[in-house]
Each structure stands twice: as structure tokens, then as C-alpha cells.
């Protein structure tokens, strides 16, 4: 059974950092990966999607790189901003099985 | 180009009262995925569906609750004699195909559902 895993469950940091999100999740015979990110008594936005046969996407600020044998992920934020307090999730799906898999999710404040 | 919709974005039910949440996912996209988010935990998959199949319901309690996508109209998540730990928000995602190929999961902006 597939274990998603996000640690730390919340981060603070000041305006202008960079800072980095981790996943892990248990079973790495994942098709893909995805980041997203939700805001309070919102739905999901997706931020990033990683093939199983990538090893690392980037979109604006946000990189996000895959270890399918060690059965990590991160999600690298540059120069963050205040907009970018959410909680963000990141969730796999497994083959032969099309649902995802989700964290628990990081509650990232970014303090102006 | 709509994302997915679903309605309503907020719904109140007594206890014993039935719920019909309504889903419809992108234009041209054939998959429906339910998830629900319970208070202070994360997302879990419910079920599965693709237009008048249900693929994988392993997550969908085995008791009141039902789903459906029929050939026209919205995929449907029905509760029936809802009960207060039914509160929550229910996800619908959509993906334009399925195996062996799952591609992206669109997800809609949810409904709410506060059982009184």
C-alpha cells in the first residue's frame, strides 16, 4: 500500500528566502508525481507534474525534482513572497492504479 | 475553456437527509475521480469512473454512498442518510484518458458538506 509522506507539516519563513518542501512516499513504482498547492477552503491548483521517467520539472519560481529509488521529491520555491503562504500537497499514482496517492500536505507561511 | 464545476460549492444537510453532489469535468475529458478531504486530514481517493462505468471504488464506503457518470449529464456523488461525520469537502477531478496512460488530474474547486 502506498505511503505518502510530507515533512515538516508547517514552515515560516521571512519574504525573499528560498526554501525547499519534501515528499516521500514508500512504494517508488509511480507513474507520476504531482505538487499542488490549496488554499484555505479552496480546491486544488496543480503546480507541477514529474513522469516517472523524468527526473526534475520547473515552472516560474517552482522547480521540483524526483528520486523514484530513494522515493523522494522536493519542490524548491526561489525568492519566495507573502502570495505563496498555502498548503501544499504532492501526490503519486502508482501503475496500474490511477488514483492519487496524497500527503498530508506542508502549511508554508511566508512572513512579509 | 471551463475547469472542472461542481455544485454546489456549499451544502447543509440534517442528519438522515440525502446529498447529490454534481460534478462536470473539462470539456473532452472521459475520467471522473471523487476524493474527500475530512476535517484536519488529508485527501483520500474514493472512486473511479469513467462515462457510464465505475473502474475502482475501493475507496468509497461500502454503505449510503454511490457514484455515477452517466453518457449526458454531470458524474454524480450521491450520500444518502448522511450523518455528521459525512461533513467534509468532496473533490471531483477529471483526466482526458486513462490507463495505460493516466494524465493529469484536473480538480474542481469542491462542495463543502456540513451535516447538521
Known amino acids: 500500500k502506498q505511503e505518502v509522506t510530507q515533512i515538516p507539516a508547517a514552515l515560516s519563513v521571512p519574504e525573499g528566502e528560498n526554501l525547499v518542501l519534501n515528499c516521500s512516499f514508500t512504494?517508488?513504482?509511480?507513474?507520476?508525481l504531482q505538487w499542488f498547492r490549496q488554499d484555505p477552503g479552496k480546491g486544488l491548483t496543480s503546480l507541477l507534474l514529474?513522469?516517472?521517467?523524468?527526473r526534475e520539472q520547473t515552472s516560474g519560481r517552482l522547480n521540483a525534482s524526483l528520486d523514484k529509488s530513494s522515493g523522494r521529491s522536493t519542490l524548491y520555491i526561489a525568492a519566495s513572497q507573502p502570495g505563496d503562504s498555502a498548503t501544499y500537497l504532492c501526490a503519486v499514482t502508482n501503475f496500474g492504479n490511477e488514483k492519487l496517492t496524497f500527503g498530508t500536505g506542508t502549511r508554508l507561511t511566508i512572513i512579509p | 475553456n471551463a475547469g472542472v464545476m461542481q455544485n454546489p460549492r456549499h451544502l447543509v444537510r440534517r442528519r438522515g437527509q440525502e446529498a447529490r453532489l454534481r460534478c462536470s469535468p473539462v470539456k473532452g475529458h472521459s475520467h471522473v475521480y471523487w476524493y474527500r478531504q475530512l476535517p484536519e486530514e488529508g485527501l483520500k481517493f474514493m472512486v473511479y469512473?469513467?462515462?457510464?462505468?465505475?473502474?475502482?471504488e475501493s475507496g468509497m464506503p461500502k454503505e449510503r454512498f454511490s457514484a455515477e457518470f452517466p453518457k449526458e449529464g454531470p458524474s454524480i456523488l450521491r450520500i444518502q442518510q448522511v450523518v455528521r461525520g459525512d461533513s467534509a469537502a468532496y473533490f471531483c477531478?477529471?483526466?482526458?484518458?486513462?490507463?495505460?496512460?493516466?494524465?493529469?488530474?484536473?480538480f474542481g474547486p469542491g462542495t463543502r458538506l456540513t451535516v447538521t
Open positions: 514529474i513522469q516517472s521517467s523524468q
Open positions: 477531478a477529471s483526466s482526458p484518458a486513462g490507463p495505460p496512460f493516466p494524465y493529469e488530474q484536473y
Open positions: 512504494d517508488s513504482a509511480i507513474y507520476n
Open positions: 469512473l469513467q462515462k457510464e462505468n465505475i473502474i475502482d
